[in-house]
């Protein structure tokens, strides 16, 4: 069974500050996915890496993986408020590889 | 493009009772999902659907849970009888084919008293 864990779970920081978020995954997969979800919204698609090495920047926000440990990583850089948000990871998987498995998600708290 | 659309948004019932939810999916997706997020996790993958065929539902407590997606469009996913541990936010997403990125509707949030 697919276990997906992101850590931290809360994220409390400063404005201007960097800071990363960690997902780490149990078994081989060559998708991973991030999204964000604001307080009583749906989930909103940010990334998807798609192979080892993959990096993709938006803004603010950069993501990476690493299918050989089993790790992608999502980088603030600069954080303002706007970010404030919980970002959850999803490791795909399933015969057809369309299964999705998400992570408990990092609630991140930017202060003014 | 119209996104993914979901009714309703909010229903309270007792447990024992009966409730249904609604999805429209993104026009010419043709896959469907339906997830169960309980407060402060994520989503979890209840049933995928392509085109009007169920792909997996290995996830679904089928004791309970039924779902169906008759014309490979709109998608009904129901709950008979509900237990107190249903409460959730019942998400439909929707993607145009497989191992595409899946976007995700506002949610039904379900309180079962």
């Known amino acids: 069974e697919l276990k997906v864990e992101q850590n931290p779970l809360f994220l409390s920081m400063q404005e201007g500050k960097n800071y990363t978020i960690y997902c780490n995954y149990s078994?081989?997969?060559?998708?991973l996915y991030w999204y964000r979800q604001d307080p009583g919204k749906s989930l909103e698609s940010l990334f998807v890496?798609?192979?080892?090495?993959a990096v993709k920047q938006e803004g603010r926000l950069m993501a990476s993986l690493d299918t050989k440990a089993r790790l992608s990583t999502l980088h603030i850089t600069a954080a303002v408020h706007d970010l404030s948000a919980t970002y959850f990871c999803?490791?795909?998987?399933?015969?057809?590889?369309?299964?999705?498995?998400f992570g408990g998600g990092t609630r991140l708290m930017v202060k003014p | 493009e119209a996104g993914v659309a979901q009714s309703p948004r909010y229903k309270i019932i007792e447990k024992r009772q009966s409730v249904a939810f609604w999805c429209n999916p993104i026009?010419?997706?043709?896959?469907l999902y339906w997830y169960q997020q309980i407060l402060g996790q994520g989503p979890k993958l209840l049933i995928q659907?392509?085109?009007?065929?169920?792909?997996?539902d290995s996830q679904l407590p089928k004791d309970r849970f039924s779902a169906e997606r008759l014309k490979g469009v709109d998608s009904t996913l129901k709950i008979q009888p509900a237990k107190l541990e249903d409460s959730a936010v019942y998400l439909c997403?929707?993607?145009?084919?497989?191992?595409?990125?899946?976007?995700f509707g506002p949610g039904t949030r379900l309180l079962v008293l």
């Open positions: 890496l798609l192979s080892n090495g």
């Open positions: 659907f392509q085109n009007n065929g169920v792909v997996d």
């Open positions: 999803a490791v795909a998987s399933g015969n057809a590889g369309n299964m999705l498995t």
């Open positions: 078994t081989t997969s060559d998708r």
């Open positions: 026009s010419g997706h043709a896959t």
């Open positions: 997403a929707s993607s145009l084919r497989f191992m595409e990125t899946q976007y």
